[in-house]
């Protein structure tokens, strides 16, 4: 390859790079659109040259690896081809970033693409249509990008393109960008400061204790933010906090716990869910329950262990099982899991029932309705064949609702009701009805599905203690703020589920009023187990039998969590930067922070630790 050859390459490079920077920047218009537009004219100054260096950055590295390659590869065309490749998959990455982000808040990382993958039981749930649609995305991005080389190269490679000036002003907006950062961080101003993370892979300078040295600093809102500072969990753990003393009841009570991905507490009526509905008319029905988070794998895990989902990976890293679990298995309890999404992703068959034999892990079928239909099929079988003279403990997780999947030749009752979801469509002037009357009749599917349940326990019912819940919520732009299904946010849309117990000759005994999953396992331990400890040596909530109102609930994960109290809710992060929400997820920025439950929450995280 000679000079003159290499010149062009380099030129073409360059040119080929700005003009793609460009386009990278009209996609990333799309990270507005579900965020408030900036507040000030300093705000409005910061995002623009942020976004333009940050991009610029990241368009520089990309700039970098590709000139290195020309040392390596000596041909033109090559070079070309591998260009094309990296920028036409960046880009598709950059524009499915901006999809993820207007419905979830957060960035496509290594979990979403798991997910996305392996069909993950969390979030998404993406049918044939849309991967094709996806596919079209990246066939048509690649076309674009082999169209601008070839024009590129014809009409521009030989001129003569020096990109230092272009480098100049870039390096001036990065200045300009991180330096109002820094002092916006020192300041404790959020109308700046939480601009930064609309962008992927965004880490923006700070400088707390450098800017304090000028006297530049929020003192008081400093302090406010290193008492909230989370701080990074071991792996340890002291759970339970003591031995248990549990003495098995002479006449043990079966337990039928049932499980509904992604079931919202509006979503349980006579119409939609009338099995259900039959239950709790024999029972009680909470209608002020919520789940510990707002994602399968805590919203399971506040469940089952009865703490805050803060604590799960050192649960996992120490395959530590549950105590109700623990105790179910020293009670001689027969135990029958039935999971429609797999138990690998999330790892429930390191945490949850870790100490489960023979571990039923995948159900048969390829769309979650399937797999709904053999979850049904297999506990029938299980209670069929189940030993008459020992108790059971059965668990049952339905994924249809989180799928928006049932048979094609399931009769909607309610209508019009979609086929398949664009999830690429949904926006703020997207009409949800139809959506939503998908989900209803998926509910609808998985409550047929439950009265075979039912119908099969026949006397057995008796002397079984039903509960039926939601692991999470659904939310359909409820808050108007551009949120779909989950994960995203910690409003009332995607936390509070419905609860229903069916607990034999205890009808009338149940407290009424706010509840949550922490209650669920010390209601079990403490009145049908037979466990006599205090309920704070294994949980963060009470027997729904005895127990008072919750002044405070905590509810999300490690680094990113919520504080809900009567009359807000209080949204944190890992470095105690937070924002106060109303009951309908509407901000209220002059709203300060109860620092009594906010102490009491933070003292919860640290109460397990070892």
């Known amino acids: 390859m000679n000079s003159e050859l290499t010149k062009n390459t380099h030129s073409w490079l360059n040119r080929y790079l700005l003009l793609n920077f460009i386009f990278a920047l009209l996609v990333a218009l799309r990270y507005l659109t579900p965020n408030p537009y900036p507040a000030t004219i300093l705000s409005g100054v910061f995002l623009l040259t942020y976004a333009i260096a940050h991009l610029g950055l990241l ?11 020309t040392k390596i590869i000596r041909n033109a065309f090559a070079i070309r081809a591998v260009a094309i490749i990296l920028v036409s998959l960046t880009l598709s990455l950059l524009l499915a970033d901006t999809f993820v982000y207007q419905q979830y808040r957060f960035h496509f990382n290594g979990i979403v693409f798991e997910l996305m993958v392996e069909g993950g039981t969390e979030i998404f749930s993406f049918s044939w249509q849309l991967w094709a649609m996806i596919a079209m995305i990246i066939i048509t991005f690649f076309a674009i990008q082999i169209f601008l080389s070839e024009f590129l190269w014809r009409k521009y490679a030989q001129l003569t393109f020096s990109i230092k000036p272009i480098l100049k002003i870039w390096a001036l907006l990065l200045l300009t960008g991180h330096g109002i950062h820094t002092w916006a961080d020192a300041m404790f101003e959020k109308n700046i400061t939480q601009q930064a993370r609309y962008l992927p892979i965004s880490f923006p300078l700070t400088a707390k204790s450098f800017m304090a040295k000028f006297g530049v600093v929020n003192i008081e809102a400093q302090k406010q933010q290193a008492l909230l500072k989370q701080k990074k969990i071991k792996s340890a753990i002291n759970y339970p906090l003591h031995t248990l003393q549990c003495q098995a009841p002479t006449q043990p009570k079966n337990i039928l716990l049932l499980t509904l991905d992604s079931w919202r507490s509006d979503m349980m009526d006579e119409t939609m869910t009338p ?61 029958g899991i039935f999971a429609s999404a797999k138990l690998t992703s999330p790892e429930f068959d390191q945490t949850l029932f870790s100490n489960v034999d023979n571990l039923r892990t995948h159900s048969k079928g390829d769309k979650p309705y399937q797999r709904d239909l053999d979850i049904t099929k297999d506990f029938i079988d299980w209670h069929r064949n189940k030993d008459d003279d020992k108790p059971f403990f059965a668990f049952m997780l339905y994924d249809a609702a989180h799928g928006f999947s049932i048979p094609k030749d399931f009769q909607r009752k309610y209508q019009p009701s979609l086929d398949d979801i664009n999830y690429m469509a949904l926006n ?10 998908l989900y209803k009749n998926s509910l609808h599917f998985i409550d047929q599905q439950i009265k075979r349940v039912i119908s099969q326990l026949g006397n057995d019912i008796n002397n079984t203690i039903i509960i039926i819940t939601g692991d999470h919520g659904k939310e359909f732009n409820d808050s108007n703020k551009g949120f779909w299904g989950h994960n995203s946010n910690y409003s009332q849309y995607q936390t509070r589920v419905p609860l229903i117990i069916y607990w034999p000759n205890a009808e009338q005994d149940f407290y009424q009023g706010e509840t ?20 704070k040596d294994y949980s963060s909530g009470q027997s729904l039998f ?3 109102s919750h002044d405070w609930l905590l509810l999300g994960r490690d680094g990113y969590y919520a504080i809900k ?31 009594k439950n906010v102490l009491a929450a933070m003292e919860e995280l640290r109460r397990f630790n070892k």
């Open 275 to 335: 099995s259900i509905y039959d239950i709790a008319k024999m029972g009680n029905h909470f209608t002020e329950h919520y789940s510990g988070s707002n994602n399968t794998r805590h919203g399971m895990f506040s469940l089952f262990y009865a703490i805050p989902g803060h604590y799960w990976q050192p649960i996992l890293d120490l395959q530590r099982s549950p105590v109700m679990m623990n105790v179910l298995k020293q009670q001689d309890y027969q135990t």
């Open 516 to 535: 949550s999953h922490y209650d669920i396992a010390p209601t079990v331990m403490t009145n049908a187990l037979g466990c006599s400890n205090d309920s």
């Open 59 to 69: 368009t520089l590295l990309l700039s970098s690896a590709l000139h290195l390659l």
């Open 428 to 437: 703020d002037d997207y009409d949800a009805e139809p959506f939503i009357n």
């Open 546 to 548: 005895n127990k008072q």
């Open 565 to 595: 109290d009567k009359q807000q809710l209080n949204e944190l992060d890992r470095l105690g930067n937070f924002t106060i929400f109303d009951r309908n997820y509407q901000e209220l920025p002059d709203a300060k922070l109860n620092m």
